[in-house]
Structure formats: structure tokens, C-alpha cells
């Protein structure tokens, strides 16, 4: 299932769109790299994913590429937002249901609200529709991330703080939370490429927390 929607979707609306010739977004992930470094990841570093999701969605972005289609990757990391699964609901309501609660501390990205995707996503287009063919910022992959960087014991240790919670929190190793997918120890992503090219500007990943929690208790 998961090869059948990161893989091979994203090949056919490559194949319609280059039929078409229209242009294809697409969005990836931070988990098409294994994280055993310590810099930001940039677009053209190796990619080396850990689990099968990351191997999948490195499969689409290749897959889809290789259609010929004017498309556009956009891998973001650690994705958040007032709506379906996520970190920081999960986190906002274990924080309401415990009162101590142990939070991973050597995993390290950036936290990105799916608002600031989808408003950057919206002035990336807007750029796209208005440029001539002379003039229009090259297509390809792009790193689509807010800025700054923290472990998701950071993460959560901020949540916490805007919630004004008691709940307290113990940071541990990856060692002691196993998950069933092997995830990245370092994914943080180099967006300097998307913001030369199209000129924006990405807020800081705790000024979008802010943000976002403040629209949910509004």
C-alpha cells in the first residue's frame, strides 16, 4: 500500500501531467535521508532512507522526476498542524491525560506547520503563473522547511510551555522509545535553495507553534 501511494501515484500524475502539460507539486520528506550527520541536509546531498516510508517516497520523487513532467518535489519535515494525526495534538492531549510523560531527545529536525506549507506552496505558485518562459524559476526539488531546528523533547517541551501544563516531561533516548520504522537521528533540511529562488521568507518553527496554538484556542 504504501509503495502503491508514494510511488507509483505520484509516477501517474506525472505521466497526466506531462500529457497534459501542466505541473505537478509534490510533497516529500525529511526520511529519504538517514541522518547520520550533523549539518543540514541540502537537495542534491545522498539520499539514503532508513525505513520503507522513506524508501517509497524517495522512489516517488524519482519516479515522478524521471516522467518528464514540470514538477516540483517540496520535501518539508516534522509536519503539524489544528487538524488529523500529529505531534502536537497527540502531545496536547497526553499532556491533559498524564502527569509525566518521556519524550525522545536525539532525534533533531524542524518542526513545520502545515499552514506555512500550504501558504508558501501558494506563493511559489503564484510566481510559477505570473514568470514567462524566460523567467520561471527552475523546477526540480526544493527543501520546503520552517527555520531553526529542535529534538521533538524541545518539541514538546514548547508545546507544554504555550499550554501553560503541568504534566512533566523527562527526556530519553532513542533506545528506550523503539519504533516499529527505524527513523533519522539528524533530518534537518538546508532550505537556503527555495528561499534564493522564490525569495521567501520561512518563520521560525517557534513562532509558527505560536501561531497555530493560538488559532486552535481562538
Request: with cysteine; glycine share 8%; aromatic share 8%.
Amino acid at each position: 500500500l504504501s509503495r502503491r501511494l508514494n510511488a507509483d501515484a505520484p509516477e501517474l500524475l506525472g505521466q497526466l501531467a506531462a500529457e497534459l502539460g501542466a505541473r505537478v507539486i509534490h510533497y516529500s520528506t525529511d526520511f529519504v535521508f538517514s541522518g547520520d550527520r550533523d549539518q543540514p541536509y541540502k537537495e542534491e546531498d545522498e539520499t539514503s532512507p532508513l525505513s520503507v516510508y522513506g524508501q517509497t517516497k524517495l522512489e516517488g520523487e524519482q519516479r515522478l522526476l524521471a516522467t518528464g513532467a514540470d514538477a516540483l518535489v517540496l520535501r518539508t519535515s516534522w509536519v503539524y498542524g489544528n487538524h488529523g494525526n500529529n505531534f502536537m495534538l497527540t502531545m496536547m492531549r497526553l499532556f491533559r491525560e498524564k502527569g509525566q510523560l518521556s519524550v525522545v531527545d536525539d532525534q533533531v529536525g524542524a518542526p513545520t506547520w502545515s499552514r506555512m506549507i500550504a501558504e508558501a506552496t501558494a506563493q511559489i505558485v503564484h510566481q510559477l503563473c505570473m514568470a514567462t518562459d524566460e523567467s520561471a524559476p527552475p523546477l526540480g526539488t526544493y527543501h520546503l522547511t520552517a527555520a531553526g531546528v529542535t529534538s521533538w523533547y524541545g518539541f514538546a517541551t514548547r508545546i507544554l510551555e504555550l499550554m501553560g501544563g503541568t504534566c512533566k516531561l523527562q527526556p530519553i533516548p532513542t533506545a528506550e522509545y523503539p519504533t516499529p520504522a527505524k527513523r533519522p537521528a539528524y533530518s534537518v533540511l538546508d532550505n537556503t535553495k527555495l528561499k534564493r529562488t522564490f525569495g521567501l521568507q520561512l518563520p521560525d518553527w517557534k513562532d509558527s507553534l505560536q501561531q497555530c496554538m493560538a488559532d486552535r484556542a481562538s
